[in-house]
């Protein structure tokens, strides 16, 4: 029996030591497969009639071999002066396969791969070209105009045809889609060069400009450095699924018909996450981890086991019972908290020193433990302040939002704009102005006002009318404008505003602006604190609020 278990245990050694031999004998056959120059080791994938392969490439793999669709030599004769942008006529467009990219977005994009330590992007999908795809005379193609070889390279590596090599010598590679993660990577590259210009939608540059020297300074605290950049595009490796242009039996307008769908599925059945399903989901931007917070804890956005926050939309309807949206608290959170010197790091000031606008703020890390109590303290004491205006204590009482909303001729703080511009003005005053302001006593301000019915939205006799409605049709505005307008009255009224007389006068021409009974008028006219239509040289602004 013993010598029965010693030859078990000799045949299972002897077993495991040739399934080592064959492991080792395939890890260096991969080795040497993979680094073979000009080939790819992918694996095949198939749905419905489109054919592709799957492969793991480095950023900088991608930034070297993949191009934009505008770049096929289809379109060499057809790009407009001066611009990449393609002239749409009756033969680009039976070849143009998406939509053209923003180019507004590669700047950012950039700095996130550059600077932010949690960075990735879902694979790309590439389409591969070979020189023969365009020239009809190719004997590439049969005599039945169908197409002899796929525009690919491919060669087995396994019986069952699950591994393949792809030898990408010859092969151009354009992004059917991912022109916007192509973009950054390139911008990357750019950076890595010395510098990324801020661009226009169609790829102009505007002049302006970042260099990788600014970036390093920025992010000096943070360890960052030049060389970071060089390791990404070695180091970091994106997925990419690659189809042929045109695949075997194939004819050119099929080929080119086989492609349109396939972009046309990959967008349509994509889902663009809502800025609030964002806010519910990032865990790098300091300011929405704590409006996310707070609107589970704070008890002006809770009703029993209800919220009284739309976690998805942006806007609020009339009707609904909703208080505010997730994406007007982060808002809330940029606006007040980021005028605070603690919390204005959580922003990319070094787009705004660079003069670029339009940028989105490209969040660094995720801010210190320490410096998110702070502002969920911070925040969560402005809306406890809120709460001594009687319209919210009415909400707390069991009021609806809705009612709130719509009775008494309009409450604005029960929209989203003013609810932010009231946030940036009373953050303002306490960062800039007198010293003796505190949040109670501009809360116990602004109470007294709405007993006054000085909130009112539509009623002419308030400082709302024109600013956050339209004087014409009576339509909610909520253009960035109207915000910082709305705001700016806010900072005038609770104070007095400035002394600046400039800035004053500014202010009032605004105000007519926003007022004004007609915009066709060659002597235009503003409704007056009293309601009535007059003239620029009658118009003034309300007193402030005593």
């Known amino acids: 029996m013993n010598e029965d278990l010693q030859d078990l245990d000799k045949v299972a050694a002897q077993f495991l030591e040739s399934e080592q031999k064959y492991k080792r004998a395939l890890r ?11 080939h790819q080791i992918a694996l095949p994938a198939k749905m419905g009639t489109s054919e592709s392969y799957l492969m793991a490439v480095s950023l900088g793999w991608v930034a070297a071999r993949v191009r934009f669709a505008r770049e096929l030599p289809v379109f060499k004769q057809y790009r407009q002066k001066g611009s990449d942008k393609i002239t749409i006529n009756d033969i680009t467009i039976a070849y143009l396969q998406q939509r053209e990219p923003d180019y507004t977005r590669q700047l950012p994009m950039a700095i996130y791969l550059a600077a932010r330590k949690h960075h990735k992007f879902p694979p790309l999908l590439l389409v591969a070209f070979q020189g023969w795809v365009y020239d009809k005379t190719s004997d590439k193609w049969g005599p039945d105009e169908k197409a002899l070889e796929p525009s690919l390279k491919i060669e087995p590596l396994d019986s069952k045809f699950s591994l393949v090599d792809l030898d990408v010598e010859n092969t151009l590679y354009f992004a059917l889609d991912g022109q916007h993660r192509l973009m950054a990577i390139k911008g990357l590259k750019d950076l890595l060069d010395g510098r990324i210009y801020d661009k226009k939608k169609d790829g102009s540059t505007t002049g302006k400009s970042i260099t990788s020297e600014e970036i390093e300074r920025y992010y000096e ?38 492609l349109r769908n396939v972009f046309v599925d990959v967008n349509e059945n994509a889902k663009k996450l809502e800025s609030g399903e964002l806010s519910m989901l990032d865990e790098n931007d300091g300011f929405r981890i704590v409006a996310r917070t707070l609107m589970t804890k ?32 982060v808002n809330i959170a940029k606006e007040y908290l980021g005028q605070m010197p603690r919390f204005a790091k959580w922003k990319i000031p070094i787009l705004d020193s660079a003069k670029i606008k339009g940028i989105k703020d490209v969040g660094l890390a995720r801010p210190e433990v320490d410096e998110i109590s702070a502002g969920f303290d911070e925040l969560g004491n402005y809306f406890t302040a809120l709460e001594a205006l009687p319209s919210h204590r009415e909400m707390l009482q069991g009021t609806p939002a809705s009612k709130l909303r719509k ?14 511009a009231l946030a940036r003005a009373v953050s303002h005053l306490l960062q800039e102005g007198d010293s003796t302001l505190d949040l109670e006593g501009l809360m116990r301000k602004l109470a007294e006002r709405e007993q006054r019915g000085g909130l009112k939205l539509k009623s002419k006799e308030t400082p709302w009318f024109g600013v956050l ?20 009255m806010f900072f005038y009224l609770l104070v007095g505003g400035t002394e600046d007389a400039s800035e004053r006068e500014k202010l009032r021409a605004d105000f007519f602006s926003a ?32």
């Not at 960052?224 to 994106?238: A, G, N, T, V, W």
């Not at 809770?302 to 909703?322: A, F, M, P, W």
């Open 298 to 329: 704070h008890q002006l956005f809770i009703r029993g086991d209800q919220l009284r926050v739309d976690t998805k939309s942006n806007q609020i309807s009339e009707k609904s019972d909703y208080y505010t949206t997730l994406n007007t608290i």
């Open 515 to 546: 007022r004004m009974g007609s915009t066709e008028s060659i002597d235009p006219q503003a409704y007056n604190m009293e309601g009535s239509l007059v003239k620029y040289d009658q118009f003034f602004l309300p007193n402030p609020w005593q």
């Open 469 to 488: 409605c339209d004087p014409i049709t009576g339509r909610i505005r909520r253009q960035k404008f109207y915000e910082i307008l709305c705001a700016r």
């Open 407 to 420: 009775d008494n001729d309009g409450n604005i703080l029960f929209r989203p704009i003013a609810q932010i």
């Open 28 to 38: 260096g056959l991969l080795d040497w497969q993979r680094d073979r120059e000009n």
């Open 221 to 258: 605290e943070s360890g960052f450095d030049i060389d970071k950049l060089q390791r990404i595009m070695d180091d970091e490796i994106i997925g990419i699924e690659v189809i042929p242009a045109v695949q075997i039996k194939e004819t050119f307008e099929e080929a080119v018909s086989r």
